[in-house]
């Protein structure tokens, strides 16, 4: 039988490439943490993973493999992801184990175990604005140290996917392989665009004609207040707007100990909205009641407006939709934000640093097992993440749609180029990334940064400049705190 072909023949490649990483462990100078820290079970050496979401896979509660979700429509991939989990604690000498917190607790755990030195677990899955703090103090073991340079985390990154920071010259950070990441991209109406006799912006995007001028040029001939009711050539929500339109101009403001606030790139970003909103009155007005309301375009009432999948998808937000759970009766695209004066298309990034991510706190046994055996176990897929698509599929050529991707599709309405664009266009925004924390510095740092926003900008009551200068000193003060 094909499938039991399948499960057969891919043990044997687990195997091998098990193998192949076996000599990682023994990382010439590889710290060993604080003596006595490790947990044992039997003899075996119990990895404890914490993190503030329950983990069916890899079964470490000694759950039958029939008990857990999600076993029934997919049996094949986790009968192999269980033979894995065996297999790598047999070649280790090692059990796992998982332990559930809160999203705060995991956070107070890693702060507790930190200052004890006697961390309750090994490896912590936490939020990105948690986990920056102990990588950007070096609380945590940079990866660097523990595991070799041929490491798939800063090779082909098919495994796990390492951040850098880029005031630091190591890895102490690091998250699973995402296939659909979530992007924050430009929506837009084609129905409406096509209306006016406007081309595709994504076409624009191709041939190097998508920029800032083109977009107002856009939104100026898409507004019309005289209509009932009145549609605007943008809307959106300004945070995920701020960062699109900053990394489309080569722009930040906390991705490096200085800076980039003050910097004529991001002035030329704050200086967008201000025309957007109040020199050109193409956006509609900001709403500071109702933050949902700001990204109302599911009754045809703005051309452009914040896309994600989980925007596209939902029906409980106001204005959101366009996917399966909430169809929309016209057609939409996404496109990457458009090419600012100071930005390059070929250089710029378009997604931003986000999510979970997971750390090794100082003081844990032996680091370079602990991170070994955590990745081989991850990789029961050989290195290949399309292998996880060869289970539980009648015809190989025939492979399921991702949920990210289905949704691009049923926002395009039936118009296949328009789907493929979105699809493409999707994928590559989602692998350029940059960092940019600015966000993280409200609720991190400096308290006199917690009214940070744009609004005053929008609604007239603050210039761009007044703006800088305005919160000039208390990014300072935020940087200071987190970059030390």
């Given at each position: 039988?094909k499938?039991?072909t399948?499960?057969?023949a891919?043990l044997?490649?687990?195997?091998?490439?098990?193998a192949?990483f076996?000599?990682?462990v023994?990382?010439?100078?590889?710290p060993?943490g604080?003596?006595?820290?490790?947990?044992?079970?039997?003899?075996?050496?119990?990895?404890?993973v914490a993190?503030?979401?329950?983990?069916a896979?890899?079964y470490?509660?000694?759950?039958?493999?029939e008990?857990?979700?999600g076993?029934?429509?997919?049996?094949?991939?986790?009968?192999?992801?269980?033979?894995r989990?065996k297999?790598i604690?047999?070649?280790?000498n090692?059990?796992?184990e998982?332990?559930?917190?809160?999203?705060?607790?995991?956070?107070i755990s890693?702060?507790?175990?930190?200052?004890?030195?006697?961390?309750?677990?090994?490896?912590y899955e936490?939020d990105?604005?948690?986990?920056?703090?102990?990588?950007l103090?070096?609380y945590?073991?940079?990866?660097?140290?523990?595991?070799?340079p041929?490491d798939d985390?800063f090779?082909?990154?098919q495994?796990?996917?390492?951040?850098?920071f880029p005031?630091?010259?190591?890895t102490y950070?690091?998250?699973d392989?995402?296939e659909?990441?979530?992007?924050?991209?430009?929506g837009?109406?084609?129905?409406?665009?096509?209306s006016?006799g406007l081309?595709n912006?994504?076409?624009?995007?191709d041939?190097?004609?998508?920029t800032?001028?083109v977009?107002?040029d856009?939104c100026?001939?898409?507004?019309d207040?005289t209509a009932?009711?009145p549609?605007?050539?943008f809307?959106?929500f300004?945070?995920?707007?701020?960062?699109?339109?900053?990394?489309s101009?080569?722009?930040q403001?906390?991705?490096?100990?200085?800076?980039?606030l003050m910097s004529?790139?991001t002035?030329?970003a704050?200086?967008?909205f201000k025309q957007m909103?109040?020199d050109?009155?193409?956006?509609r007005?900001?709403n500071?009641e109702?933050w949902?309301s700001?990204?109302?375009?599911s009754d045809?009432?703005a051309?452009?407006?914040?896309?994600?999948n989980?925007?596209?998808?939902d029906s409980?937000?106001a204005?959101?939709?366009g996917?399966?759970?909430h169809?929309?009766?016209?057609e939409i695209?996404v496109?990457?934000?458009?090419?600012?004066?100071?930005?390059n298309?070929?250089t710029?990034?378009?997604?931003?640093?986000n999510g979970n991510?997971?750390?090794i706190p100082?003081?844990?046994e032996d680091?370079?097992l602990?991170?070994a055996?955590?990745r081989?176990?991850t990789?029961?897929y050989?290195?290949?993440?399309?292998?996880?698509k060869?289970y539980?599929?009648l015809d190989p050529?025939?492979?399921?749609?991702?949920?990210?991707?289905?949704?691009?599709?049923t926002?395009a309405?039936?118009?296949?180029v328009?789907?493929?664009n979105n699809i493409?266009l999707?994928?590559?925004m989602a692998?350029s990334v940059?960092?940019d924390?600015?966000?993280?510095?409200t609720?991190l740092a400096?308290?006199?940064?917690q009214?940070?926003?744009?609004?005053?900008?929008m609604?007239?009551?603050?210039?761009?400049?007044?703006f800088?200068e305005?919160?000039k000193?208390?990014m300072?003060n935020?940087?200071?705190?987190v970059?030390?």
């Open positions: 039988m499938r039991a399948l499960f057969i891919l044997l490649v687990l195997a091998m490439t098990s192949a076996a000599s990682v023994d990382v010439p100078g590889a060993l604080t003596a006595g820290q490790g947990k044992y079970d039997g003899g075996a050496r119990v990895i404890r993190g503030w979401y329950d983990r896979y890899p470490f509660s000694g759950m039958e493999l008990d857990l979700d076993y029934f429509t997919s049996p094949e991939s986790y009968e192999v992801r269980y033979g989990l297999e604690e047999e070649k280790y090692v059990r796992f998982v332990v559930r917190t809160t999203f705060e607790g995991a956070q890693i702060d507790e175990g930190i200052l004890s030195g006697r961390p309750e677990a090994d490896i936490v990105i604005n948690f986990a920056m703090t102990y990588a103090n070096e945590v073991y940079a990866l660097d140290d523990i595991t070799l041929d985390v090779t082909t990154q495994i796990f996917q390492g951040l850098k005031s630091q010259d190591k950070m690091w998250q392989y995402v659909s990441a979530t992007v924050y991209m430009l837009f109406n084609w129905t409406l665009l096509q006016k081309e912006p994504q076409d624009l995007w041939r190097g004609e998508w800032w001028n977009f107002l856009y100026a001939k898409l507004t207040l009932n009711p549609v605007y050539g809307t959106g300004w945070t995920n707007h701020l960062n699109g339109f900053l990394r101009n080569g722009a403001i906390a991705a490096t100990p200085e800076g980039g004529a790139a002035g030329e704050l200086d967008l909103y109040q050109l009155k193409i956006a007005p900001w500071t109702d949902a700001n990204n109302y375009y045809g009432s051309a452009f407006f914040t896309a994600a989980w925007i596209l998808n409980g937000s204005g959101s939709g996917g399966m759970d169809p929309l009766n016209f695209g496109v990457p934000y458009p090419v600012g004066p100071s930005g298309q070929e710029n990034t378009h997604n931003t640093v991510y997971y750390v100082k003081g844990v680091p370079a602990v991170y055996a955590w081989d176990l990789n029961w050989g290195g290949d993440f399309e292998n996880t060869q539980d599929v050529d025939d492979l399921p749609l991702t949920w990210n991707d289905e949704i691009l599709i926002c309405h039936g118009d296949e328009l789907a493929e493409r999707n994928h590559m692998r940059s960092f924390p600015w966000e993280s510095m609720s400096a308290s006199d940064t009214n940070f926003g744009l609004s005053d900008i609604t007239g009551d603050m210039t761009p400049a007044q800088q305005t919160f000193q208390p300072e935020a940087l200071k705190t970059y030390k």
